[in-house]
């Protein structure tokens, strides 16, 4: 049965995994590539051994940010990109990390419960999305390059309820600016991660599972040193 993209299900690792890995050659590019007033900006700072300061992203995804941009350019807005592609030796590290704390903290779970619970906040990374060049983190910016305000900043995990893009209290103009992100994504074919409001992906196994395809485009790549 095809996802209803209306729907605010939050896809578990169950869900992303039936979807096949992709092979697309399609070429990684700076997020920039179409439109250089999109602001690029990592919050973190592991890819810069691989790619200096530039994130990369599939081409088509970069097409697609560029579409985007231009609308929000009407209102004086645009985007800020944080994340893109990932190395998958340091996706591999986040997992590794998120799950020690969970399990720190929650000691009764173990084995695959606990594997599936830490990919509602870290990727397992034989689903992950930013490994294939396909997954973006994102958010607006108003005409100052200030953060539009989302309720919570970009990676925050400090209330895992309030980063769920519908999550409860929150505000109504939170609520709101949360909505202009998604449609305008939604609307260039991106899927949302609906536990995490700044996470979108275009050609990944979440990009298929979340619009019922049977199969990715992408899969992952190694950048080599």
Known sequence: MQTNPLSKKILSYDDVRKAKLGNSQEKLVDVREYDDSILARYDKQDMRVYTGDAIFVRDSLAKKLAVINAVLGKTGCKLKVVYGYRHPEIQEAYFTKRKQEILADQPALSGEALEKYTHNFVAVPDVAGHVT??????????????????????????????????????????RDNRKLLHDLMVAQGFAPFYGEWWHFSYGDREWAAFYGKKSALYGAIEIKL
Do not use: C, H, W
């Open 133 to 174: 060049g396909g997954a973006i983190d994102v958010t607006i910016v108003d005409s100052t390059s200030r953060e539009l305000d989302m309720g919570t900043a970009i990676a925050n995990y400090s209330d895992p309820e309030k980063i769920k893009t519908f999550a409860q209290g929150i505000d109504k103009q939170q």
